[in-house]
């Protein structure tokens, strides 16, 4: 699958599924897009000299949807954060570690947040956020390679922004 061949399945989905069916089901066919070594330029797999790299790869001419590049360098880990829109994503090259939330309920400002679960992503490997909420994780190269990443979003993400609606912190588990 090209990228073309893929943005059109892309707006099929969109347009004839509930948006919460639609992040599972790009998830199903993003794999076969990650393979393709010419997705990305050359300039789009650079690291930053801070923070991590984020490039636009497509945008939607009706705004249903983006494609962004997200480039890791070693070490580096993003902030506990949510989401503006769907997003489902997988890895281009090297490995991301994904650690997802949950929020404790005994923190009366919802700033504080419970790891549930962290998954080692590697190279083809795709996952998606669930809808709404349950969407908070935080993103890690724990490897000494850059990683890159690649994200489809709901909305258009120039106008949109970074995706993050909040960041939240790790609750401080209770010593017996
Ligand atoms: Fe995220």
Redesign the pocket.
């Known amino acids: 699958m090209n990228i073309k061949t893929f943005c059109l399945q892309t707006s099929r989905i969109i347009a004839e599924n509930p948006v919460e069916s639609v992040p599972a089901r790009i998830s199903e066919y993003l794999p076969e897009i990650l393979g393709d070594r010419d997705l990305l330029t050359a300039d789009q797999k650079v690291p930053p000299a801070k923070g991590y790299g984020r490039h636009d790869v497509f945008l939607c001419p009706d705004d249903h949807f983006s494609i962004i590049a997200a480039v890791w360098p070693a070490g580096i880990i ?1 902030p506990i ?3 503006k829109t769907w ?1 489902t ?1 997988g890895v281009y090259e090297g490995v991301i570690e994904e650690t997802r939330y949950r929020s404790d309920p005994s923190d009366p400002c919802g700033v504080d947040v419970i790891a549930t679960e962290t998954v080692n992503w590697v190279a083809g490997d795709v996952t998606h ?1 669930p809808v709404g909420s349950g ?1 908070i ?3 890690h190269n724990p490897t000494e390679q850059v990683a890159v990443s690649v ?1 489809v979003y709901g909305g258009n993400s120039v106008k949109l922004g970074p ?2 609606v909040k960041v939240y912190r790790e609750a401080e588990t209770a010593v017996a």
């Open positions: 993003s954060h949510d989401h997003c994503f956020l969407d994780h935080c993103m994200h995706n993050v």
